[in-house]
């Protein structure tokens, strides 16, 4: 892989307005991140795809959009304030903290002090767990935590859900939404960050080890088809399974889905059979029945839940480190055109030609109704499909003089630079179609 991979494309993400450092004026926030106009669109698609996916084409998936701030017993109960914990050490050189399990990080520390040989203080455990203070009066305000997983909102919620709805296992909930961790080293761009979003499957299902197993297989192999949909390459996508002693602590069987990053291959999704480990735990704490009763049988059992945990700021990195190509002098990116942040985007062939811009416009305007599409009329046509490319447009359409006699446009494809005369009045479907597949 190109070592200068990421270097370049945190450059392009800043230049065209994928992501920024957070709070950059102020001389920034470590281990947070903006999402521009570009990237705020690349997120929205990946999440609007996975929605699309999960909830909307599945008889057996409903949506919940949880709370971040939740009763600190819900973290008492998961097992985060007592087991959240990463194993930090210290470098009584320069005080500066890093993970004792980071192999790597911690070599490349003792290289940055060249020969001097570092002494580190002895691991200790560190919680993850963002505090916040609620409440008006001060010394009386409630110690809450910025949720460290959405899981534990669906957990809360199980009841409510099985209550309100016809579900009845095997089902899913699903949610989407906002995670914060104190992170010991946010880094790799947005890869560790201490905000961050995920999307998260919970699947319940009857308490058989049988059922679990093929759940658990199920959802591997669905996940890997997912990426491979969205256009990664195969070869930078493989499970790492967790050995005893490596999983979590709620954690029946567990596997990483792993991207191969230019640092290595690192953490995208992770599949865990969390067995009935959270709804017992919520059970005994809340003293509330959390049991689901099958109305026809009349049995009440807790179901088991295999989890599919999937953190959005990295699948839109590994997305776009998958999709950077150098070709010929010129930089695009392969996005698959359900994920790019603009679809098309329309050029009048001159700016200074009023019927061209006026007939440019309307095209314009009536895709815009339906889909992101973006506006160029600077410069030259060339340097219009290079600024177009470096966002990922898959298609950029152009109105000539011949478009003015017979209502059609051209289309240049980003990928291979070709172009196509069309009917404007069959763009429409044209568009769909190639987007949609
Ligand atoms: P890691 O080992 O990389 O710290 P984890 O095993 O703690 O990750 P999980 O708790 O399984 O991660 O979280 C599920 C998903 O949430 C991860 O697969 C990842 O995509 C995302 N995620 C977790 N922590 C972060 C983070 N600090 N920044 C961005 N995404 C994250």
Redesign the pocket.
């Known amino acids: 892989m190109d070592d200068k991979k990421l270097e370049k494309l945190v450059a392009l993400c800043k230049r065209r307005g994928f992501i920024y450092p957070g709070s950059e004026i102020y001389g920034g926030l470590s281990?947070t991140w903006d999402y521009g106009p570009m990237g705020s669109l690349l997120k929205k698609n990946i999440k609007d795809v996975w929605w699309k996916d999960i909830v909307q084409l599945r008889d057996d998936v409903v949506g919940l959009d949880g709370a971040i701030l939740m009763n600190p017993q819900v973290w008492v109960a998961s097992g985060h304030v007592d087991a959240f914990t990463?194993p930090l050490v210290e470098c009584k050189s320069c005080h500066l903290r890093f993970r004792a399990d980071k192999e790597e990080e911690i070599l490349d520390h003792q290289n940055s002090h060249n020969d001097t040989k570092i002494e580190w203080t002895t691991p200790q455990k560190f919680n993850?767990l963002v505090k916040s203070y609620l409440g008006v009066v001060e010394g009386a305000q409630l110690e809450v935590f910025l949720r460290?997983?959405i899981t534990q909102g669906v957990m809360a919620n199980f009841k409510n859900v099985i209550d309100s709805t016809r579900v009845k296992p095997p089902f899913g909930i699903a949610q989407i939404g906002k995670?914060f961790?104190n992170?010991i080293t946010?880094g790799n761009f947005?890869?560790?960050?201490?905000?961050?979003?995920?999307m998260?499957l919970q699947y319940f299902i009857k308490p058989e080890v049988e059922a679990g197993r093929i759940c658990f297989e199920y959802w591997k192999k669905f996940w890997m088809d997912w990426y491979l949909g969205l256009g990664i390459n195969k070869d930078n996508l493989r499970f790492k399974d967790h050995e005893d002693g490596e999983r979590?602590h709620y954690a029946v069987a567990?596997t990483?889905?792993e991207y191969q990053a230019p640092w290595g291959w690192?953490?995208?999704?992770?599949v865990?059979h969390r067995g009935d480990w959270d709804l017992k735990q919520h059970q005994q704490h809340s003293g509330q029945n959390l049991q689901y009763t099958d109305s026809q049988s009349g049995i009440s059992f807790l179901p088991w839940d295999i989890e599919s945990?999937?953190?959005?700021?990295?699948?839109a990195l590994f997305i776009l480190l998958d999709s950077y190509r150098e070709s010929e002098g010129r930089v695009f990116l392969k996005l698959h055109p359900k994920l790019a942040p603009l679809k098309a985007a329309v050029f009048p062939l001159l700016p200074n030609k009023p019927e061209l811009v006026e007939k440019a416009r309307q095209v314009y305007l009536d895709l815009k109704s339906e889909m992101m599409v973006g506006w160029d009329d600077r410069g030259n046509i060339g340097k219009r499909y290079a600024s177009q490319d470096e966002v990922g447009t898959p298609f950029c359409l152009t109105v000539d003089f011949q478009s003015l006699e017979d209502n059609t446009l051209t289309v240049r494809d980003r990928d291979t630079g070709t172009q196509e005369r069309l009917k404007i009045d069959s763009l429409k479907d044209y568009l769909s179609t190639k987007i949609n597949g």
């Open positions: 281990g990463d993850l460290g997983e995670a961790r992170e946010p947005t890869f560790r960050s201490r905000e961050f979003e995920q998260e979590a567990a990483d889905l690192a953490e995208v999704l992770g865990h945990s999937i953190g959005v700021d990295r699948t």
